[in-house]
C-alpha cells in the first residue's frame, strides 16, 4: 500500500485522513471499502495481486496500519482484536527465561494478562515504580529482555519518563513497550522519543466512540516488524475487516477529538480541584500534579483523563457513581461520551487489594473519562451529583 503522506509535508489533521488510504482502484470509491473476505483468488499458485488469506492480509486491515502506523510517526502498524490481543503477541517476542520489567501502576488487565497467563510460559516479571527510571536501571538482570510502561499509568495518572526509560532500555539492549491508549499518537508519540513499540488499546481514544474493541502495535525496527508480522499471522489475533475500517473512520477524526477532550478535561479537572467535596486530583495538566513538568515536556497536550479522590469512603463514592446523568457509570474510556468509574470494584479488581493500597487505588478514589459534551454541561453533572454526596 502507497503510504508517502510523510510528516515533514503534511499535518497530523491531513495524515489522519489520508495516510494509507488511496481511493479504491478499481470503482474510485473515496472510501477504504471493507473486503469481507477471507481469502484471495489466485492466477497460478503463488501469483497473486499481493493478498492471500485475510489472516495474514486484508486490504482494509492493512490501510488502518498504514493509516495508523503514519500517526505515531512509525514504519509499520498491525491492528488486533483487543488491546489485550495486542498486548498477548507483544509478549510472545519473549521466550520463557526472559524478564521484563513492567510498571507497578497499570491497567488491571495488562496485569492480570502477565501474572496469571503469561508467567505460566516461564516468562519472569518484576512490578517495579517506573515514575523513577532509576528504579528501572536498578531491576535490570542479565536475562532482562523488554521494559513495559503505561504513561500516564490507569488509574493513577503517573508519568514515565519515555526518553529517559528508552536510553536506558536502548544501552541494555532491552526492548522498550510503551502503552498510549490514554494519550492517542495525536497527543504522545513515544516512537519519536526512543521506543521500540507502541501500544493501544484501540477501543479507547482511536476507536473513539465506545463502538469498537481493538489494539494495535506500531514500530520502526524492519526485523522487528518481521518478528511481530510472524507473530500476528500465526497467533491469529487479527482485527476484523469492520473493526479496522471503524477504527480508521475514527482516526479522521482523533485530532478535534483530542483538542476538545483536552479542553474540556482540564475545565472538569480544574473545577473537581476547587470543589470542597474533593480531596485531590490526578490530572497531568494540572500545575499540581508532581510531574506537570514532565507532561508539557512529552505530551502535547493532557486528554480527558482524571482520577479523583473524594473526602469519605466507599459511600462517598457510591453517591458520586449513582447520581450523575450525563457520565455514564461503565468500564472504558475515551469514547466521545464521558464515563466515569470505581477503579478498585471495576477497571483494577484483578490487581491484588495490597498492591492496590500500595498504590492508593482506595475506595474513595474515581476515575474520569471526560467526553466531547458541552463541557459547562458536565460540570453540572458533576455539581449535582456532588451535592448528594
Ligand atoms: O480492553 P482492551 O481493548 O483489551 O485493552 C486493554 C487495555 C490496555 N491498556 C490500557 C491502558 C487500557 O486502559 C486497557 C483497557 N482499559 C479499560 C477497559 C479501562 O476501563 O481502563
Redesign the pocket.
Given at each position: 500500500m502507497k503510504n508517502d503522506w510523510n510528516k515533514s509535508q503534511y499535518g497530523f489533521e491531513t495524515r489522519a485522513i489520508h495516510a494509507g488510504q488511496e481511493p479504491d482502484p478499481t470503482t474510485g470509491a473515496i472510501m477504504t471499502p471493507v473486503y469481507l473476505t477471507s481469502t484471495f483468488v489466485q492466477e497460478s499458485p503463488g501469483r497473486h495481486k499481493g493478498w492471500e488469506y485475510a489472516r495474514s492480509q486484508n486490504p482494509t486491515r492493512s490501510a488502518y496500519e498504514a493509516c495508523l502506523a503514519n500517526l505515531e510517526s512509525g514504519k509499520h502498524g498491525f491492528g488486533f482484536a483487543?488491546?489485550?490481543?495486542a498486548?498477548t503477541t507483544a509478549l510472545h517476542l519473549l521466550k520463557a527465561g526472559d524478564h521484563v520489567i513492567a510498571s507497578d501502576d497499570?491497567?488491571g488487565?495488562?496485569f492480570r494478562l502477565m501474572d496469571k497467563v503469561i508467567k505460566h510460559n516461564g516468562i519472569e516479571f518484576s512490578y517495579v515504580d517506573l515514575t523513577d527510571v532509576e528504579n528501572f536501571r536498578k531491576a535490570i538482570k542479565p536475562n532482562t529482555k523488554m521494559v513495559w510502561i503505561?504513561t500516564p499509568t490507569?488509574p493513577t495518572m503517573k508519568l514515565v519518563d519515555i526518553r529517559k526509560a528508552a536510553a536506558i532500555a536502548k544501552e541494555k539492549g532491552i526492548l522498550s513497550i510503551v502503552?498510549n491508549?490514554?494519550m492517542s499518537p495525536y497527543f504522545q508519540r513515544p516512537l519519536e522519543l526512543g521506543a521500540d513499540i507502541v501500544l493501544h488499546?484501540t477501543?479507547?481514544y482511536v476507536g473513539g466512540h465506545s463502538d469498537v474493541?481493538?489494539?494495535a502495535l506500531i514500530v520502526n525496527d524492519d526485523d522487528l516488524a518481521a518478528r511481530i508480522y510472524f507473530l500476528q499471522k500465526s497467533m491469529g489475533a487479527i482485527c476484523a475487516p469492520f473493526d479496522a475500517y471503524l477504527s480508521m473512520r475514527s482516526l479522521k477524526t482523533l485530532a478535534l477529538r483530542m483538542r476538545q477532550h483536552d479542553i474540556n478535561g482540564r475545565k472538569v479537572a480544574e473545577y473537581l480541584e476547587k470543589h470542597p467535596k474533593v480531596a485531590r486530583v490526578a490530572y497531568p495538566g494540572l500545575p499540581s500534579h508532581p510531574q506537570h513538568a514532565l507532561a508539557k515536556e512529552q505530551a502535547h497536550g493532557f486528554g480527558g483523563m482524571m482520577t479523583i479522590y473524594l473526602k469519605g469512603g466507599i459511600d462517598e463514592a457510591r453517591r458520586l457513581l449513582e447520581n450523575v446523568r450525563i457520565f455514564a457509570l461503565a468500564?472504558?474510556?475515551g469514547g466521545v461520551e464521558s464515563l466515569i468509574?470505581h477503579p478498585a470494584i471495576m477497571?483494577h479488581a484483578s490487581i491484588p487489594p495490597e498492591a492496590r493500597k500500595a498504590l492508593g487505588i482506595d475506595d474513595t478514589m474515581v476515575r474520569l473519562s471526560v467526553g466531547v459534551e458541552n463541557v459547562e454541561d458536565l460540570i453540572r453533572d458533576l455539581e449535582n451529583a456532588l451535592s448528594k454526596v
Open positions: 483487543s488491546g489485550c490481543a498486548e497499570m491497567y488487565g495488562t503505561e490507569n502503552d491508549t490514554f488499546s477501543t479507547k474493541v481493538g489494539g468500564e472504558s474510556l468509574e477497571t
